[in-house]
C-alpha cells in the first residue's frame, strides 16, 4: 500500500473540538486530517456545547453559518428530598439565589470566583508554557508558593475550606469536576475547578431548528480542505522521529508529523496542570457514558429546559464513583449530568465509567450487558429526580465515549511529543484550537 | 474601652513568678531539627537555651523494652537523607555518630512470591538486576539512572531556602527546566507532574519492576501511584544522600537513638543550654516582634529568637495565638489532613526467618511491592477508613545491627505497612485489623513467620503524638512533596513575626531524619541577628 | 467612604432599598451597576450635583457601598487584626479609616469602622469581602454578617446636613460621633465623615423605612440628589485612590503589577506602623526595595477628562492618568496618575489632543489626603528624632 504525503496534524476525535482545531489549523495553511471513526460515532456533545470563544469564531469566519448559541440559563442540582441548588454564570445572580435557598455561604460566592478565576490566569500561563514550548519559550513561569500549594491541591480540600454548605460543595464538584473524571479527593483536582470559571466554560445551547456547533465547524473543516479519514487505529508506530504511522488496516496507513487526540477524553488526559503534551493518548481509566432517553411526552424540568442539571447527593458519593470507575467496577450509585434536547429528548452523562471492567483482576472489554446494567442503573435514579419518567421512556440508547486505542497498539514509550491529547480545560474549543495551533507552529 | 489585649499584655498584667534574661535564642522542641538549630546557634556564639518538655531530651526517640529482652525505638530506623552539611559543620562522627550499614541492600518481593534484590548502592541496580535474571535490565536500568539524574538536578529546588529579599519565594520551575539539558526537559516536566502511573506508562512492560517503583514511589505517602505529581516522591527520596551516597539507605549505629545522641552531645559541646521537663506555654510577641517564652511554670526567658521545633499547629496557633499571626499564613496553618498513614510495628521473633533471597543476610531492608490493583484498592480502602491487604511493607532487623540480640538468637523486626486509614482515635477493632493485615502481608515476605511471633507491638500515629504530645496530624501519611515543599517554605518565611523561627515537622521534606530544617532555621536566626546589629 | 468602579459585566444589577426614591428624583435617568447593584450615576448635571455638595447639601443612596456588621466579644481585637483601622481602641460612636492590607503590606481596600457598643462594629468597604472576613475571624469569638442590601443608607454630603437630619428627629452633637435615635420605632444611626474637605453624614436604617426617610428629608430640605459621577469628582478632588482604578487591589491579584502599598498611594497615614499589630504592618516594617510608584493626583490644564492618556515629566514618558473629572470648581482637569516618584519633582505634562497638537500642563494638586499624608510624615520624623 501506498503512503500518501503526510500530513502536519491527524486530528482523533469527531467532536467540535476537533473540528475547531483541525479547521483552524489548516486555515493557517497546516496540512490536516481528521479522522473519523469507522462506525461513525458522534458524541452528543452537540446539544450544550461550551460557547465558541471569540478568537475561534473570527478565525473561521462563523458569522455567515446561520448559528446562533444561547448560554444555558443555569447549572442546577437536584437532590432526592426536593432541595435544588441554582447557579448562573452571573456572580451576582448566584449570591442572590443561593441565599434564597437559605446557603450562607453564598454570600463568598463572588470572592470564590475572584480567587478562581486568577487561578485560572496562572494555569492558562503554565499550559502555555509547559509541554513543549518553554525550550523556545523566553516566558518565565514560576508560581509563588501559594499558587503552587493551590495547583497540587485536592479540589475537595479547598471546596471544604471554602463553604460549610455540603450540597453547595456538591452542586461545584458536580459541574466542575464530573467533565474531567475526577472524584475531588486527588492531588491537582483543585486546578479543574478554575477553568470551569473562565468566559468561555459556560455551556451553551444551539437554538432550535438551527445547525448543531458540531456541524457548523464540520463544514469549516471541509471549506478549509481538511482531509477527512474514516476507519478504527490498528497500530501507532513511529518509522521515522519525525514522523508517526497509523495504521488503519483495510482503510489505509498514514503518516502524520504529530497526531492530537482533541477528543473530550474523561481519563487522564483531563488532570490539569500536567502537561498535556505529556499524556500521550487517553489513559482510559475513566470514561464517558452517554445515554440518549427518547421520550413518549416531554417531561417538565424542574428549573426549565434551558438548564443544566446534575444529580449528585454528596461529595462522598462523587469521590466513590471514581474509585469504583478506577477499579474497573460500575458505579453503585452513578452520579451524572442531564440536558433536555430541543427534541424534547434527554441526554444523561456518566463521568465516572470505567475505561475497561475488572472482574477479579481481569480486564476485559465492556459488554452489552455492562451497558444495559449502567443504564438502567441511571433510569431508576433519575426517576426519583423526575416525576413521571420512567413510564415516558420509549427508549434508551447509551454510548461510551471510547475514541483511543488500547494500550497494547501504542508505541512503546509513551514519552511521545509527537502523540498529544488536548489539555484539561472546561473551555475545550478553545483550548484545543490553543493547543493545536502550538503544535502545527512547533512541527 | 473594650477587651482588645493581646496575649502580650495578659503575660505581662499577672507577674510572672521569675524573669530570665541575657539569652540570645531560645529553641523550644529536642527533636533532631531542634538540636540542629541549638547546635549552629551554640556555636555561632549565642547563648542558647534548648527547652524539652519531656523528661529528657530526644525522649521520643529512646529504646523501650516493648516485650521481655525484646528492644525498640519509635521513629525513622533509616537513614537516607541526614543532612550533610549538618553531619560535616559538626563532624558529628566526633560525637558518636557512627553507621551499622552504610547502604543496605533491599530485596523486593512480590505477591507472586518473586523476589528482586537491589545492590544498596544505586550505581549497581543494573548488575543486581541481571544477577535476578530480569529481562528488561536495559531500560530499568537506565531510566533508574535518568531518576538519580533528575533527582540530583532537582535538589537544589526543593531545599528549604530563606529567600533573604523577603518576598515569598518562588517554584522555579523555568530555571528548573532552563539548567537542564533540553532532551531532558519532557522527562524532567513528566517527573515533576505526572502520576507514577503515568510516568511508567510504556517504559518497562515487567509488571514486578513497576510494582517496585510504585511501591517506593507511594511508600508512607499519601498520595497513591494513580494520583498526579506522585512520581516525584520517588524522584526527591532518590536525591538524598547519607554518608556521601546518593540514593543509598543507611543503618546508624542504634538506630534514631544514635542520631540524637550525636546531635545532643554537639549540643552540649557548643555550650546550649538543654533544659528538661521545661514545657512552653506561650511565645511572647511585642508588636510583632519576638520577645521571649513563656514556661507553663510562670517563668519567663526573655529573647529576640526563638527556634520552634514542635509542630506548627502549637507553635503558631497554641503558643502565638491568632491575632498576631497574618491573615493569608492561616492558610499555610491549615492543610487537609491526609485520610492515610502508615502503621509501625514491632515484632519480637524467634530465630530468624531466613529464604533464599535473603540468604539468612538480615541486614536489609525488605520491601513487599503489592501489584497495580492490590495498592489502588489498599489506597481506596484506606481512604475510606477501611483496611486491605496486601499491604506495602518495609521491613528491617534492628537486631541485625545489634550483637546482644543476635547471640540470644532473638529477633527484632520493625515494619512499617503502608497504606491504612489515618485515625485519630483508632478502634480496637481496627487495630486489629490493621495489624492482621500486616501479618498477611508479611507472610508473603516471610511465610510461616506467624508462628514465630512471640510478641508484637502496633504504633500507629495516635499512639505516639498521644505519648510525646505532638500534633498527630505531623505523623499521617506525608503529603505530596511539591505541596510539602511549598508549606514547608511558607512555614519558614512568611509568617511575618520578626524573630520567630520554624523548623517543626511541616518543615521536613519527605520522609525521614534530615536536620536540614533546624541548620536552615539557625542560619537565617544568625543571618538576621547580624543585619539588625549592622543596622544599630 | 467611596464606590467601587463600575462593574464590567452587569447583567442584572439588583435595586437597592432606595432604588425606586433615587428613580425617582432622577431626571438624566443613567444608571449603572456597582457590586452588583443599581447606581445612579448622574441626576441632573455634574455641575449642579458639585455645587451642591460644597455649598449646600446633597443626598446620596450609599446602598452599592460593601458593609458588614460585626459582632462578638472579640469584635474589636478582630477587627484591628483585619484592618488598619484601631476598632478596640475607638470610642463609643467614634468611627476611623483604615486599609485593609494583604499579608506583604499591599493594599486591598479602603475600610470605615464605627464603634457602636464594646462587641458591636460597622463596617464600610469599597468592594465586598466576605471570605477575607471570614479567615479573619477564625479563632475569635464573632459573628460577621453582610448587611449590604438589608439596610437603607441615605449619604447627606455639604455643610447643610444637620439641618437636614434635624427633620428626622435626631441629634447629632459631635461631628466625629455616631448617634443613634429613633423615627417611627425604627433604629436610624447617623454617622458622620468626611470626604476631603467636605462634611458628611450617612444615616443608615432598616430597608423596609427607606422610602419614608428619604421623603421626610426630602421635603424637609430639599436636597440635590448626587450621583457617582458628581461623587467620583468629590472622591478625586480628596484624593482618594479608587481599588480596581487607580490601583489594583491585593485581594488575588494575579500579577504585582498594579499592585500598591501605603506609601505609594499617600496613604501611610491609613496604615501607620506606630498603631500596634495589623495584618501587613511586620511586611510594611521592612519595605523590600525602595518606592515603586507614585500614585498621586494631577490638576490638569484641560477641559475634559481624559482616562488613560500618558503623562510625561522633561519629554520622558513617567505614568498615565488613572481617572479623572472636570472640577467645575478648579476649571481644570483633576486626575489621578501611577507615576515614576522620581517625576513628582519635575514639570508635568499630559498627552492629550489640544487645539494646537501640544501636550498639556499639569501640576501636582494638594489634595486634604495628601496634606494628611505629609502631616503624619513630619511627626513621624519628629518622633524619630526625639528618640534619637
Redesign the interface.
Known amino acids: 500500500m501506498s503512503i500518501s504525503k503526510p500530513f502536519d496534524l491527524l486530528v482523533l476525535g469527531e467532536n467540535p473540538s476537533g473540528f475547531a482545531a483541525a479547521a483552524c489549523a489548516a486555515k493557517s495553511g497546516a496540512r490536516v486530517a481528521v479522522l473519523r471513526g469507522a462506525h461513525g460515532h458522534m458524541m452528543a456533545e452537540d446539544i450544550f456545547a461550551s460557547g465558541i470563544p471569540n478568537f475561534v469564531w473570527r478565525r473561521l469566519d462563523l458569522q455567515g453559518a446561520g448559528i446562533t448559541l444561547q448560554p444555558a440559563s443555569a447549572r442546577i442540582s437536584l437532590f432526592e428530598d426536593g432541595e435544588i441548588i441554582k447557579t448562573f454564570e452571573d456572580t451576582i445572580a448566584t449570591k442572590a439565589s443561593l441565599k434564597k435557598a437559605n446557603i450562607t455561604d453564598g454570600e463568598l460566592w463572588q470572592d470564590f470566583v475572584s480567587e478562581l478565576t486568577e487561578h485560572a490566569k496562572h494555569l492558562a500561563q503554565i499550559n502555555m508554557y509547559l509541554g513543549g514550548g518553554h525550550t523556545k519559550n523566553s516566558a518565565v513561569f514560576s508560581p509563588s508558593l501559594s499558587e503552587l500549594r493551590f495547583l497540587v491541591s485536592t479540589c475537595a480540600g479547598f471546596l471544604n475550606d471554602y463553604f460549610e454548605s455540603d450540597r453547595l460543595r456538591t452542586h461545584v464538584a458536580s459541574f466542575a469536576l464530573a467533565p474531567f473524571g475526577l472524584g475531588g479527593d486527588e492531588p491537582g483536582s483543585a486546578g479543574a475547578l478554575s477553568s470551569v470559571f473562565t468566559a468561555d466554560a459556560w455551556p451553551m445551547r444551539v437554538s432550535k431548528g438551527g445547525p448543531s456547533v458540531a456541524n457548523v465547524l464540520e463544514r469549516a473543516c471541509v471549506d478549509a480542505r481538511v482531509t477527512f479519514l474514516k476507519g478504527d487505529i490498528k497500530r501507532i508506530s513511529a518509522p521515522t522521529a519525525k514522523m508517526r504511522e497509523v495504521d488503519l488496516g483495510v482503510d489505509g496507513v498514514w503518516r502524520a508529523r504529530v497526531i492530537y487526540n482533541a477528543s473530550r477524553g474523561a481519563g487522564g488526559a483531563s488532570r490539569a496542570f500536567i502537561p498535556p503534551s505529556l499524556l500521550p493518548l487517553d489513559r482510559r481509566d475513566v470514561t464517558e457514558a452517554q445515554i440518549r432517553f427518547t421520550l413518549s411526552q416531554p417531561l417538565e424540568a424542574p428549573g426549565g429546559e434551558d438548564a443544566v442539571y446534575f444529580v449528585a447527593e454528596s461529595l462522598d458519593e462523587i469521590i466513590t464513583a471514581r474509585a469504583d470507575a478506577l477499579q474497573g467496577r460500575i458505579p453503585v450509585v452513578p452520579p451524572f449530568s442531564f440536558e433536555i434536547t430541543p427534541g424534547g429528548d434527554i441526554v444523561v452523562r456518566a463521568p465516572y465509567c470505567p475505561g475497561s471492567l475488572r472482574d477479579d483482576d481481569v480486564a476485559r472489554e465492556w459488554a452489552q450487558q455492562d451497558r444495559q446494567k449502567l443504564s438502567s442503573r441511571i433510569m431508576k435514579r433519575l426517576s426519583r429526580y423526575l416525576d413521571g419518567f420512567t413510564p415516558a421512556v420509549k427508549r434508551a440508547s447509551i454510548r461510551l465515549n471510547k475514541t483511543t486505542p488500547d494500550r497494547d497498539t501504542r508505541p512503546l514509550h509513551s514519552l511521545d511529543q509527537r502523540i498529544v491529547s488536548a489539555p484539561a480545560s472546561a473551555d475545550r474549543i478553545g483550548a484545543a484550537v490553543r493547543f493545536a495551533d502550538r503544535l502545527v507552529s512547533r512541527a | ?4 489585649k ?1 496575649a502580650t499584655s495578659k503575660t505581662q498584667s499577672r507577674a510572672p513568678s521569675k524573669i530570665e534574661a541575657g539569652i540570645d535564642a531560645v529553641v523550644v522542641g529536642a527533636t533532631v531539627e531542634g538540636l540542629a538549630a541549638a547546635s549552629y546557634l551554640g556555636k555561632a556564639g549565642f547563648k542558647t537555651v534548648l527547652l524539652e518538655a519531656g523528661a529528657s531530651a530526644g525522649a521520643a526517640g529512646r529504646e523501650r523494652e516493648f516485650a521481655p529482652g525484646y528492644h525498640c525505638a519509635d521513629g525513622e530506623h533509616l537513614l537516607s537523607a541526614l543532612d550533610p552539611e549538618l553531619v560535616s559543620d559538626f563532624d558529628l562522627y566526633r560525637f558518636g555518630l557512627s553507621f551499622s550499614n552504610r547502604c543496605l541492600d533491599t530485596v523486593y518481593y512480590f505477591d507472586d512470591g518473586a523476589a528482586i534484590r537491589l545492590d544498596g548502592e544505586p550505581q549497581r541496580w543494573k548488575q543486581s538486576l541481571s544477577r535476578a535474571g530480569c529481562d528488561e535490565i536495559e531500560p530499568f536500568g537506565d531510566f533508574m539512572e535518568m531518576v538519580l539524574e533528575t533527582a540530583a538536578l532537582l535538589r537544589s529546588h526543593l531545599k528549604l531556602t530563606m529567600g533573604r ?11 528548573i ?1 532552563s539548567n537542564a539539558p ?1 532532551e531532558r ?3 524532567i ?2 517527573f515533576l ?3 507514577t ?2 510516568v511508567l ?3 518497562f512492560k515487567d509488571p514486578r519492576l513497576q510494582n517496585l517503583i510504585m511501591a517506593e514511589s507511594s511508600l508512607r505517602m499519601a ?1 497513591a501511584p ?5 512520581f516525584l516522591a520517588l524522584v526527591h527520596a532518590l536525591s538524598g544522600e547519607v554518608a556521601g551516597l546518593q540514593g543509598a539507605r543507611a543503618y546508624v549505629k542504634g538506630g534514631i537513638v544514635g542520631v540524637v545522641d550525636a546531635l545532643r552531645r554537639a549540643a552540649q559541646a557548643k555550650k546550649v543550654d538543654i533544659r528538661a521537663a521545661a514545657s512552653v506555654k506561650s511565645v511572647i510577641v511585642e ?2 516582634r519576638i520577645a521571649g517564652v513563656e514556661l507553663v511554670d510562670g517563668t519567663q526567658i526573655r529573647t529576640p529568637i526563638v527556634v520552634n521545633a514542635l509542630d506548627a499547629r502549637s507553635a503558631f ?1 497554641n503558643q502565638i ?4 499571626i ?7 496553618l ?1 492543610a ?1 489532613t491526609p ?1 492515610t498513614a502508615s502503621a509501625r510495628i514491632h515484632f519480637a521473633l524467634r530465630g530468624a526467618p531466613a529464604d533464599q533471597s535473603t540468604k539468612a543476610n538480615l541486614s536489609r531492608r525488605l520491601v513487599l511491592a503489592p ?1 497495580r ?1 492490590a495498592l ?2 489498599a489506597y ?1 480502602s484506606a ?2 477508613g477501611k483496611v486491605s491487604a496486601p499491604l506495602i511493607i518495609e521491613a528491617v532487623f534492628p537486631s541485625a545491627f545489634d550483637e546482644k540480640a543476635m547471640a540470644a538468637k532473638k529477633q527484632v523486626l520493625s515494619i512499617f505497612a503502608h497504606p491504612i486509614p489515618y485515625d485519630e482515635n483508632p478502634s480496637e477493632n481496627m487495630r486489629a485489623e490493621i495489624m492482621e493485615a500486616a501479618i498477611r502481608s508479611l507472610e508473603l515476605i516471610m511465610p510461616g513467620v506467624t508462628d514465630r511471633i512471640e510478641a508484637s507491638e502496633l504504633r500507629l500515629p495516635a499512639d505516639i503524638a498521644h505519648e510525646s504530645g505532638v500534633d498527630p496530624v505531623t505523623l499521617a501519611a506525608r503529603p ?1 512533596i ?2 510539602q515543599w ?2 514547608a ?2 512555614l519558614i518565611e ?1 509568617s ?3 524573630g520567630f523561627y520554624f523548623c517543626g515537622p511541616e518543615a521536613q521534606i519527605g520522609v525521614g531524619v534530615s536536620g536540614a530544617a533546624g541548620r536552615v532555621a539557625a542560619k537565617a536566626a544568625m543571618d538576621d541577628s547580624k543585619s539588625r546589629a549592622r543596622f544599630l | 467612604m467611596i464606590f467601587a468602579a463600575e462593574d464590567l459585566k452587569s447583567d442584572n444589577p439588583r435595586p437597592t432599598p432606595l432604588f425606586s426614591a433615587a428613580a425617582s428624583v432622577s431626571k438624566a435617568n443613567v444608571w449603572t451597576s456597582v457590586n452588583g447593584w443599581t447606581t445612579a450615576r448622574l441626576y441632573t448635571s455634574i455641575e449642579e450635583e458639585y455645587e451642591a455638595a460644597s455649598h449646600r447639601v446633597a443626598v446620596l443612596d450609599m446602598g452599592a457601598i460593601a458593609r458588614y456588621s460585626i459582632r462578638g466579644k472579640d469584635a474589636g481585637t478582630m477587627l484591628s487584626r483585619a484592618t488598619s483601622v484601631p476598632a478596640s481602641s475607638l470610642e463609643l460612636g467614634e468611627s476611623a479609616r483604615g486599609l485593609i492590607l494583604s499579608d506583604e503590606g499591599e493594599v486591598i481596600d479602603h475600610v470605615e469602622t464605627t464603634n457602636l457598643s464594646d462587641d458591636f462594629f460597622l463596617m464600610a468597604m469599597t468592594h465586598p469581602h466576605a471570605r477575607r472576613l471570614r479567615l479573619a475571624a477564625r479563632g475569635f469569638d464573632v459573628e460577621v454578617k453582610d448587611i449590604t442590601g438589608e439596610v437603607a443608607i441615605i449619604g447627606l454630603i455639604g455643610p447643610d446636613w444637620r439641618k437636614a437630619v434635624s427633620a428626622i428627629g435626631i441629634d447629632v452633637k459631635s461631628d466625629h460621633l455616631a448617634a443613634q435615635g429613633r423615627m417611627r420605632g425604627v433604629e436610624i444611626v447617623a454617622r458622620p465623615f468626611h470626604l476631603g474637605r467636605n462634611d458628611c453624614i450617612e444615616l443608615i436604617f432598616p430597608m423596609e423605612e427607606a422610602l419614608t426617610i428619604w421623603e421626610r428629608i426630602d421635603r424637609s430640605s430639599k436636597p440635590a440628589p448626587i450621583g457617582l459621577d458628581a461623587f467620583d469628582l468629590l472622591r478625586i478632588e480628596a484624593g482618594v485612590p479608587r481599588p480596581g482604578t487607580d490601583f489594583i487591589s491585593a485581594e488575588y491579584a494575579f500579577s504585582d503589577a498594579g499592585v500598591r502599598r501605603p506609601a505609594e498611594l499617600g496613604l501611610s497615614h491609613l496604615a501607620p506602623l506606630d498603631r500596634g499589630w495589623f495584618n501587613g504592618r511586620s511586611a510594611l516594617k521592612h519595605p523590600k526595595g525602595a518606592r515603586r510608584r507614585a500614585v498621586t493626583v494631577l490638576a490638569i490644564d484641560a477641559d475634559y477628562a481624559a482616562p488613560g492618556a500618558a503623562v510625561f515629566a522633561a519629554g520622558k514618558p513617567v505614568g498615565r492618568i488613572t481617572s479623572s473629572a472636570f472640577s467645575p470648581h478648579l476649571k481644570r482637569v483633576v486626575a489621578f496618575a501611577d507615576l515614576a516618584p522620581a517625576a513628582l519633582r519635575k514639570t508635568l505634562e499630559v498627552s492629550m489632543v489640544s487645539v494646537d497638537g501640544r501636550r498639556l500642563a499639569a501640576s501636582l494638586f494638594e489634595t486634604p489626603e495628601r496634606l494628611l499624608a505629609l502631616t503624619y510624615r513630619e511627626n513621624l520624623d519628629q518622633a524619630t528624632e526625639t528618640r534619637r
Open positions: 474601652m473594650p477587651e482588645s493581646n529579599d523577603g518576598r515569598q519565594s518562588k517554584f522555579m520551575v523555568s530555571s527546566f533540553p526537559v519532557a522527562l516536566e513528566r507532574f505526572g502520576s502511573d503515568d506508562d510504556g517504559v498520595a494513580h494520583d498526579a505529581f506522585s508588636w510583632d496557633v495565638g491568632f491575632e498576631k497574618n491573615l493569608e499564613f492561616q492558610h499555610v491549615d487537609p485520610k501489584s490493583t489502588r484498592h481506596h481512604r475510606s505530596l511539591l505541596e511549598a508549606r517554605q511558607l512568611s511575618g513575626i520578626e
